[in-house]
């Protein structure tokens, strides 16, 4: 069973960086065909796609975040991470990790981890 674990502070300060990461088991990061994606859901809001992380290191940004989201990944640890530049309190949200399928879409995601964006 793909497991997927979120880490990273709960709380940061408005014009901060939020950086999260994600620790996959029993999957690798590089196996082909597979991506790497990270999603939010703000309070009272649906799900937000935020992008992607390829199996080779390509990365997919979501238009509306792209200026201020950057993916990386380690593969010796078979992590990917997410960094999103000057936030506000519109980017508090529960942010979630997901393995990503071109025919199954989602099929395997984290717990979610809660994100307060709050001096």
């Known amino acids: 069973q793909v497991q997927l674990q979120e880490s990273g502070p709960g709380l940061v300060k408005p014009s901060q960086t939020l950086s999260l990461s994600c620790t996959v088991s029993?999957?690798?990061?590089?196996?082909?065909?597979?991506?790497w994606s990270w999603i939010r859901q703000s309070p009272g809001k649906g799900l937000e796609w935020m992008g992607a992380?390829?199996?080779?290191?390509?990365?997919y940004y979501s238009p509306s975040l792209e200026s201020r989201t950057h993916f990386s990944r380690d593969t010796s640890k078979n992590q990917f991470s997410l960094q999103l530049r000057s936030v506000t309190p519109e980017d508090t949200a529960v942010y979630y990790c997901?393995?990503?399928?071109?025919?199954?879409?989602?099929?395997?995601w984290g717990q979610g981890t809660q994100v307060t964006v709050s001096s």
């Open positions: 992380i390829s199996y080779s290191g390509t990365t």
């Open positions: 997901a393995r990503v399928t071109v025919v199954d879409g989602c099929d395997f």
């Open positions: 029993s999957a690798s990061i590089t196996t082909d065909y597979y991506y």
